[in-house]
């Protein structure tokens, strides 16, 4: 019979310093978090209007052992009780990823332990099996500040990328859209905020990439659409009003949730006519926080009679419980790592999809 693993789990790929420990059971018992530590970096980024690699990497250097020492303790137990450090390899930042793959080398070769470079699309693209235990397979939509594609995923390292953005994350066009309307950072919730109160059909946004076939997005031309129905009305009446400002976010995330909710659609059609044994849609990413794209989703899934998962935000965001996780089941499969292991700055996660050129905020990666 299989054992009970202890995992140490590592991440620092963008703005968030994390470790982690999570312990694994044999299936079907659950994943339990002993620990989930996170630093996060947005103080020390906030005056340059977003993620300055050099400031990141450094921070990272400075946390990451202090967030070991942390998730250690909150978890009540030492080193010797760990079974494998796992720790995100790429794709990020190559700055903090260096800082995380070499911290995670010195634990391993100091307390003898087993090394295990993970993906970190991988680590979100498995959160819903450490939530909710879902059964491969199952299509998963990542959406976030630095992530946008749909994956079939089959295993732990078997993924198939059905599309994926062509140039911004939702999140970073929701951070871009809020810098460009004066409201404050991270975008997405004040946005949502602001939408709230506005008229979703008073600006025509457009739909990017709905006219064509497949489920590949694109966000940055409506943020710049969004930039020209401000610089119009600024011109015409020199300044926004409060409901003007309502307005354009109720447009901009309805044009959003529009596109995802339609791409989500064509994704799911294409995975169900392969699995329709497994009717399973999960999401991942900050931007699934948003209610009203994460009631387009749903809708969808509900019409296609699928099952529909939204692991936890805290989870679903930046963390390193899910590298562990990730991390773990990797190990069970046996994957390890030596002290070769490289920092990836790209590091698709299926290597037979033609490369995206789609950057979002931890720069170009899949
Ligand atoms: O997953 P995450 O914490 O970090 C990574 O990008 O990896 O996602 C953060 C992103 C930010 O761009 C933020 O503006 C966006 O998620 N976000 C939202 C909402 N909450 C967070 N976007 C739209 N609506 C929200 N309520
Ligand atoms: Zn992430």
């Not at 997005?217 to 300044?239: E, P």
């Not at 447009?251 to 959003?256: D, H, I």
Request: hydrophobic share 45%; charged share 20%; proline share 7%.
């Amino acid at each position: 019979m299989a054992q009970a693993r202890t995992i140490l789990g590592l991440e620092s790929s963008c703005d968030d310093t994390a470790a982690a420990i999570v312990r694994m059971p044999p299936a079907p018992a659950r994943a339990q978090i002993l620990s989930s530590v996170v630093y996060g970096q947005s103080t020390l980024h906030a005056a340059y209007g977003g993620v300055v690699p050099e400031i990141a990497a450094r921070a990272h250097a400075e946390k990451l052992d202090l967030c070991v020492v942390e998730a250690l303790a909150r978890a009540g137990i030492a080193l010797p009780a760990i079974d494998a450090v796992a720790v995100t390899a790429g794709p990020g930042l190559i700055g903090g990823v260096l800082s995380g793959v070499m911290c995670a080398k010195g634990i391993a070769a100091g307390a003898g332990l087993p090394l295990v470079g993970v993906n970190h699309l991988a680590g979100h693209a498995l959160t819903p099996r450490l939530t909710d235990a879902i059964a491969y397979p199952y299509l998963m939509l990542l959406v976030s500040g630095g992530h946008c594609q749909f994956l079939i995923v089959r295993g732990c390292d078997d993924f198939t990328r059905l599309g994926g953005t062509i140039d911004d994350a939702p999140g970073e066009a929701f951070d871009k859209a809020a810098r460009l309307l004066g409201l404050p950072q991270p975008g997405g919730p004040a946005v949502e905020r602001e939408a709230t109160k506005g008229d979703p059909h008073r600006f025509a946004f457009p739909r990017p990439l709905l006219n064509k076939p497949g489920c590949d997005l694109s966000f940055s031309g409506l943020k710049t659409a969004l930039m020209r129905a401000r610089d119009t009305l600024v011109a015409d009446q020199r300044g926004l009003t409060s409901q003007d400002r309502a307005d354009l976010c109720a447009g901009f995330q309805a044009a959003v949730a529009e596109v995802l909710a339609e791409k989500t659609r064509r994704a799911l059609t294409i995975y169900l006519a392969d699995n329709p044994a497994q009717p399973a849609l999960a999401v991942a990413g900050g931007v699934a926080a948003n209610a009203t794209i994460r009631a387009g989703i749903e809708t969808i899934a509900a019409e296609n009679g699928t099952i529909f998962t939204a692991p936890p935000l805290s989870l679903c965001t930046d963390n390193a419980a899910i590298i562990a996780y990730a991390g773990g089941e990797l190990f069970a499969a046996g994957h390890r790592d030596d002290m070769s292991l490289p920092a990836r700055p790209r590091w698709p996660l299926d290597s037979n999809s033609p490369a995206l050129v789609g950057g979002g905020k931890k720069g170009a990666k899949a």
